[in-house]
């Protein structure tokens, strides 16, 4: 149980497109997901936290019109980095958290590797 | 703010040989602890977690223990086998119910098993 997936595994584009991560709970339902970037050799950075059906809250220094969120259903939620750039090159990775979980249990994806030409 | 101390950043144990990271968190009104494996190029996942109500908890060859009064816990293997190695994460996963769902990462520990 508490599977969590994400698509694509890698990506690369060019400089000024947009692509779009989702992030997948496949066998139970997740009121809230997280979503993290990760550079080498460091730790994990929350970005954001969204809950379904409402807007996202993200982090200090966070672009929101950058990295759009959305949180559609119970089991989806999809990031978007907008215009991307070489900066924006990292791993990605989503959690999600279970609803009637009293404490913060998480669970996480597989990571989305974004290069960004 | 909350903070999330690890030690070490770097571990390399011999085959067979137990090892011992530790952390140390600064929320008193924590109450969750969570500690995750990741393998180069995938996420995280969570091998084991404790709740304040309890000291200790184990799981085969792995356990964590709790030391409230002085805010902090550790995470032992015991038997290391080369499949061990990669990098662990301690977190304060905050209270129970809390407002708040953030977890706090520690920097992290990257764990070398020599055959």
């Known amino acids: 149980g508490a599977v969590v997936s994400q698509h694509p595994s890698r990506v690369i584009c060019k400089s000024g497109t947009s692509v779009k991560i989702e992030c997948r709970s496949l066998?139970?339902?997740?009121?809230?997901m997280f979503w993290y970037r990760q550079f080498p050799k460091q730790s994990l950075m929350l970005m954001a936290t969204?809950?379904?059906?409402?807007?996202?809250?993200?982090e200090q220094g966070v672009e929101k019109d950058k990295f759009l969120i959305n949180h559609a259903s119970l089991t989806l939620s999809t990031l978007t980095v907008t215009s991307a750039h070489p900066e924006d090159s990292s791993f990605y990775i989503c959690?999600?958290?279970?609803?009637?979980?009293?404490?913060?249990?998480?669970?996480f994806g597989p990571g989305t590797r974004l290069t960004v030409l | 703010g909350e903070n999330v101390e690890q030690h070490p950043s770097t571990l390399s144990v011999q085959e067979g040989d137990s090892a011992v990271i530790k952390c140390t968190y600064s929320?008193?009104?924590?109450?969750?602890f969570p500690w995750y494996k990741q393998e180069l190029g995938k996420g995280p996942q969570l091998i084991i977690d404790?709740?304040?109500?309890?000291g200790e908890k184990k799981d085969q060859r792995i356990a964590v223990t709790l030391n409230k009064t002085a805010k902090h816990f550790s995470l032992h293997i015991t038997e290391t086998q080369p499949e061990d190695s990669a990098v662990y994460f301690c977190?304060?996963?905050?209270?129970?119910?809390?407002?708040?769902?953030?977890?706090?990462f520690g920097t992290g520990t990257l764990l070398a098993v020599q055959p």
């Open positions: 959690s999600a958290r279970g609803s009637g979980i009293s404490y913060n249990e998480q669970f």
């Open positions: 066998d139970f339902q997740a009121t809230t």
């Open positions: 969204s809950n379904e059906g409402s807007k996202a809250t993200y």
């Open positions: 929320d008193s009104a924590s109450n969750y």
């Open positions: 404790i709740r304040s109500n309890v």
């Open positions: 977190a304060d996963g905050g209270t129970r119910g809390g407002a708040t769902n953030k977890l706090i």
